[in-house]
Every structure is written in structure tokens, then in C-alpha cells.
């Protein structure tokens, strides 16, 4: 049985310039259970309740655009629920825009119903629990970190919605279908751009977000290290025992909260590296001498910087920054080919 068969999502692989996946259930077996499967990584997924036997149909398109990811969805009927159990070893941390293209979405345990044109913006954080009839979605899968704490709190956000004839609803909507149209003519460098413009442009859409103390908001304290150490990578006394002393916690705790990414230094390590990446490809640093990008950052000596960054990349800053002038997208964006959507989503703000 091949790939499709099973149906995992497969890369697209046609002129993209960027990375792609792509599913379609009819291209499997069993077509519920294959999207059930897709799906799977995010929600609970179950059929709607006066399902009868029959064909399902559903597509899955998703572009990998650096930071985040660009979704279109369209699928028959479904439930489809973060419960708060799942929360308890779920560890995804990102924030979900959707845009209802059509078809309708009813948010469970109110009279919340999202009609075509209409904004949604989840936080995976916070259960949440939904029905859709046969609906077709854009979505923007953010990570947290790279929002600013206003539009995602520490504490996680409850479901916001913004309707389709109100400003903001409709400047969402249209910088999602504007991304949707533009996603297979992207250029790497225009990207790198859009990526330090687009946090911003979403936080204006959206405003403050209340947040929601939940019982299974146990990842409060990971979510508190991670915004600290995105926002203070230029300093040199971003250490363990810094951390340790800042957030009144002993070392062991703190090194418990980064044990899935390799250790706390391991990931301040990544986090700086990989913000040099962004940096060495952006052209509106194109001028600024490398040594001062690596020092800005947190590294005390540029050779040692290109050193870790060369063994992380595969390529010397200068390479990429030779590349990135020359239109090559290089380390920064992950290729088509061997890829997941679970994987994707896993790896988003995380690298």
C-alpha cells in the first residue's frame, strides 16, 4: 500500500517555491479514517452524529511559510474536540486563525456559530470543542512565541470570534485569502519580510486577549520560560542558573521543562541560532556585518558562533547570507519531500 493509501499527507511538488503537503480522503481506503488520522495530531476527531455509511470527502492543503503555517481545509461533516486530558500531554502551543470559506462551524457548549466570512482565532492551549458541516477553511497556525503577549497570554485564550461585517473581521479575512492566493508565488526573501511584518499586523486585527485559567493549563510555566528566553536572546547572562534564580525555581525543575527539546542551554542555543538564520536571510539586515548580528543575539565570539551555526545549517552564515541575496531559500525553510504535518506543526517556534 503506498503513501496515499495510508493517507498521510504527501508533498506537493509541482513549481512551489516553498515546502507543500497535500491530502485528498478519496485518494484512500478508508477515507474518514484517513482524515481522522491527519487530523489526529490536533483533535479528537469523530463523525457527526447522524452520519449515515457512505462516502466522506475531505483535502488538506498546507504550505510551510517559515514561522507558520498556511492551511486550506475541506471536509463533510465532523465533531472535533481539545479536551483536557488531551491538553495534560498534548504540548502544542500555537495560536490558530480560521476564516469560514464556507459551509458552518458551531462552537459546543454555546450558541456560537461561525457562518462564511466569520474569524475564529483558537488557542490550542485551551480545550475547545466544535461541529462543522461540510465546510471549507483557511487557517493560520502561529506559535505562540512569536505573538506578542497581548494577543497570546501566558494563561491560554478562550475562542474569539470576529464576524465577517465587523473591520477587523474583514482584515482578517481578506490577509488570509491574500496569503491563500499568493502562497505558490512566494519568493524565500518576501517571506523572510512577511514573517516580521505579520505578528504585528495580527496583533493590531486582534486586540488584547482575555485569558482563561483552566485546570489543564499546565503548561503555564514552560509557556512563561519560553517568552522570556524569545525576548531576552541578546543578553549574555541567559544562563541556567539565571533562569533558575529570575523564576524562584530550583535547576532541576527548570531543566524538567525543556527536557523535550534537549536540555535548557540546547534550546537557548537553538532559539539564538536560528534567529541568526532569520536575520543573515532578511534583507533589511543585508548590510550589517555578521559579527554584530552574532553579538546582538547573545554570542560573545563570532567564531564560535560560526562554528555552531555551520554544524546546525550545514552552510557558514556567509553562505546563506550569499544564498539569501542570490534568491535560495536554504536552511530556513524545511523541503516537501519526507515531511509531515505532525511534524511541522512539532517543530513550529521550536527550532
Not at 134 to 145: D, G, K, M, Q, W
Not at 262 to 268: A, D, F, L, N, Q
Not at 338 to 344: C, P, Y
Request: hydrophobic share 40%; glycine share 10%; aromatic share 8%.
Amino acid at each position: 500500500m503506498d503513501e496515499g493509501k495510508k493517507g498521510s499527507a504527501h508533498p506537493n511538488l509541482a513549481q512551489d517555491v516553498l515546502a507543500s503537503l497535500s491530502f485528498t480522503a478519496s485518494d484512500t481506503d478508508s477515507p474518514f479514517d484517513a482524515w481522522r488520522s491527519l487530523l489526529g495530531v490536533l483533535f479528537d476527531v469523530l463523525a457527526p452524529k447522524n452520519r449515515t455509511s457512505g462516502s466522506f470527502e475531505a483535502s488538506f492543503t498546507v504550505h510551510h511559510l517559515g514561522t507558520f503555517l498556511l492551511c486550506r481545509s475541506i471536509a463533510d461533516g465532523g465533531r472535533y474536540g481539545r479536551t483536557e486530558a488531551r491538553l495534560n500531554w498534548d504540548e502544542y502551543d500555537h495560536i490558530v486563525v480560521s476564516c469560514v470559506v464556507s459551509g458552518g462551524i458551531a462552537l459546543a457548549g454555546s450558541s456560537k456559530r461561525l457562518r462564511p466570512g466569520d474569524v475564529a482565532v483558537f488557542d490550542l492551549s485551551a480545550p475547545v470543542s466544535f461541529a462543522t458541516t461540510a465546510v471549507e477553511a483557511l487557517h493560520l497556525v502561529v506559535p505562540r512565541i512569536a505573538l506578542p503577549a497581548s494577543v497570546a497570554p501566558m494563561h491560554a485564550a478562550s475562542c474569539r470570534i470576529l464576524r465577517r461585517d465587523s473591520a477587523m473581521g474583514i482584515l482578517l479575512r481578506r490577509i488570509l485569502e491574500a496569503l491563500a492566493e499568493a502562497a505558490r508565488r512566494f519568493h524565500p526573501v518576501e517571506v523572510v519580510a512577511l514573517e516580521a511584518s505579520l505578528p504585528d499586523l495580527l496583533a493590531s486585527c486582534l486586540g488584547p486577549a482575555a485569558a482563561v485559567l483552566s485546570t489543564g493549563d499546565k503548561g503555564n510555566l514552560g509557556r512563561r520560560l519560553r517568552r522570556h528566553i524569545e525576548e531576552n536572546l541578546h543578553r549574555g547572562n541567559l544562563t541556567p542558573s539565571d533562569l533558575a534564580r529570575d523564576f524562584g525555581m530550583s535547576r532541576s525543575q527548570l531543566f524538567r521543562q525543556f527536557e523535550s527539546s534537549g536540555g535548557i542551554e540546547t534550546y537557548i542555543r537553538r532559539r539564538r541560532l536560528r534567529r541568526a538564520l532569520h536575520r543573515l536571510c532578511d534583507p533589511r539586515h543585508a548590510n550589517r556585518r555578521i559579527g554584530e548580528i552574532a553579538y546582538e543575539i547573545g554570542f560573545s565570539d563570532e567564531a564560535h558562533f560560526s562554528r555552531l551555526f555551520s554544524r546546525t545549517f550545514g552552510q557558514s552564515p556567509r553562505s546563506v547570507r550569499a544564498s539569501a541575496r542570490q534568491g535560495g531559500s536554504g536552511p530556513l525553510f524545511p523541503k516537501s519531500e519526507g515531511a509531515s504535518f505532525g511534524g511541522w506543526l512539532g517543530e513550529l517556534g521550536s527550532q
